[in-house]
């Protein structure tokens, strides 16, 4: 069966130090992976979608990046992070037909 | 591009009520239709979905139609419970993307 993995569950990080946040999917190949934020009290907004290596496609310009290093591995990063940074940060994988599937999300605060 | 505007909220209704969360849509093509639900604290699960006109999505006693013609998907249940009080998120893809609504938190009172 297809898993999905993301951690750190929460982190808190000063404003200007680096992100990296990792999102792992198991029992699929060439699946398509998402990273959604979601902000205090907003709604669910695409940053990066990728469909397949080294593809990245990115939909609201900022100070984050994404990397799919491999088949089933999606990073989140930045080199410094914002207060606007804040939220939680949902990834996701979907494949086909098969629908989508997100993982249970990090909660990110920036101090 | 693609967009879904959906119910602002927050929505609260007595235990046994009536519900419905509109949600109407923008897109090229046909697109598949969703709706997913937050509980606190957790993350997006999968409620119900319709991949094309006329189709009825149906899960957890909540359903949804694909109307074409209104270009919407509201979600209703005949008999919320208290278990229901979750964030509702109404989204639509296309061949690479999930675009979702702007979600709306319902609590339902005992």
């Known amino acids: 069966s297809q898993t999905i993995h993301q951690w750190p569950a929460t982190l808190v990080q000063p404003v200007g130090s680096p992100l990296s946040l990792e999102c792992t999917v198991e029992?699929?190949?060439?699946?398509?992976l998402y990273w959604y934020r979601q902000a205090a009290g907003r709604g669910l907004q695409l940053l990066f979608y990728?469909?397949?290596?080294?593809?990245i496609s990115s939909e609201v310009p900022q100070n984050l990046s994404a990397s799919r290093p491999q088949d089933w591995q999606f990073i989140l990063s930045s080199k410094k992070l914002l207060l606007s940074d804040s939220g939680f940060y949902l990834c996701?994988?979907?494949?086909?037909?098969?629908?989508?599937?997100f993982g249970s999300g990090t909660r990110l605060t920036v101090v | 591009g693609n967009s879904v505007t959906q119910m602002e909220g927050p929505v609260t209704l007595s235990e046994e009520a009536f519900l419905t969360i509109n949600c109407t849509y923008t897109?090229?093509?046909?697109?598949?239709l969703f709706w997913y639900v937050q509980y606190p604290g957790e993350g997006l699960q999968l409620l119900l979905k319709?991949?094309?006109?006329?189709d009825k999505g149906s899960n957890k006693g909540f359903e949804a139609t694909y109307r074409k013609e209104t270009t919407s998907f509201h979600l209703e249940k005949g008999s919320v419970q208290v278990s229901d009080s979750a964030v509702y998120f109404c989204?639509?893809?296309?061949?690479?993307?999930?675009?979702f609504g702007t979600g709306t938190r319902l609590t339902i009172i005992p």
């Open positions: 897109a090229t093509g046909y697109p598949s």
């Open positions: 029992g699929t190949s060439n699946p398509n």
């Open positions: 990728s469909v397949g290596i080294g593809q």
């Open positions: 319709a991949t094309k006109a006329d």
């Open positions: 996701a994988w979907s494949f086909s037909d098969y629908g989508y599937t």
């Open positions: 989204a639509l893809s296309d061949t690479e993307k999930l675009t």
